[in-house]
């Protein structure tokens, strides 16, 4: 099967985060970019993600365009082709309604870094809102994201993470609901510290060269 790996890859990032509760039911959505190719494999919308094979993930063009594939690709197709054509390095997107980030994107609210695990992301800016599938949220995501962010939230939508790896996607889905786990208990006991700085800068070094943070 052609783009086999890649197929697998996505479908694979797909159910962890629903294992992880990261995604309910049918919500969020996954790609990866075949980087040779400049095409991108993406989940297909509104079909439990348990019910799928690889063989079933729609191919789009780096416009959006359904190149190959019978079921329809993620209304979210916009948002994940304008993220690998605005960012050559970034090789997976992780769109997920997990509940923390959904909470803080609700809150129009810049996301604080508040644990080590957290500083490769954080602070994680929100991007204005736009309608689910739109253009404009395209371009908003794209804003927010710049040219070295991993992570940022979509207000009153969820997160996304945009990396070079599915590996990091996935992980950066997980640590920034982490993160806004803590910063949503602390702010609410009026008590809300975020790392310092200089933390923040040498943790993402250590990141940086693979360390653990
Ligand atoms: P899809 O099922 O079309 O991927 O949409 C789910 C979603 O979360 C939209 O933001």
Redesign the pocket.
Known sequence: MKYQEIREKVLEGAVKCLERELIRG????VSMLVPDEQVVII?P??IPYDKLTPADLPVVSLQGKLLEGNLKP???TPMHTAVYRARPNVRAVV?T?SLFTLVFSALNRELPPMTPSSSPYAPVPVAPFAL??SEDLANAAVKALGQDRLAILLQN?GMLAACPTMERALAAAEYVEECAQVAYYTLLANNMNPLPAEAVKELRERALKGLAV
């Open positions: 049918t919500s969020g959505n989940t919308t509104g993620s209304s979210e769109h309604h689910p599938g939508h």
